[in-house]
């Protein structure tokens, strides 16, 4: 069983920034893809941004060029910097774990962005 326990949610002004951190219990060199989802009330959960065991990322649309996924092997953490903040960023942050098995998920974090 992996465990994600996230962190760095709150409420911030447009504009600013803010760091979500994900660490696993499960392996960080052989998993197929780590990374962030979204959901907001009434909303499907959408991706925001992925992550390979070589670094390859992807985005959403709505997200490029104002956040960056990134990985640190030796705290088993995978972390989403978050830049240029809007109101329609708002919503709960899921961490998603997926191995060749399955798919984990962390509890969220909510990130509110106020106009």
């Known amino acids: 069983q992996v465990q994600l326990v996230e962190s760095g949610g709150g409420l911030v002004q447009a504009g600013g920034s803010l760091r979500l951190s994900c660490v696993t219990s499960?392996?960080?060199?052989?998993?197929?893809?780590m990374g962030w989802y979204r959901q907001a009330p009434g909303n499907q959960r959408d991706l925001v941004a992925t992550?390979?065991?070589?670094?390859?990322?992807n985005y959403a649309d709505s997200v490029k060029g104002r956040f960056t996924i990134s990985k640190d092997n030796a705290k088993k953490t995978v972390y989403l910097q978050m830049n240029s903040l809007k109101p329609e960023d708002t919503a709960a942050y899921y961490c998603?774990?997926?191995?060749?098995?399955?798919?984990?998920w962390g509890q969220g974090t909510q990130v509110t962005v106020s106009s």
């Open positions: 998603m774990y997926e191995n060749w098995q399955r798919q984990y």
């Open positions: 992550i390979t065991t070589a670094g390859r990322a």
């Open positions: 499960g392996s960080i060199f052989s998993f197929r893809a």
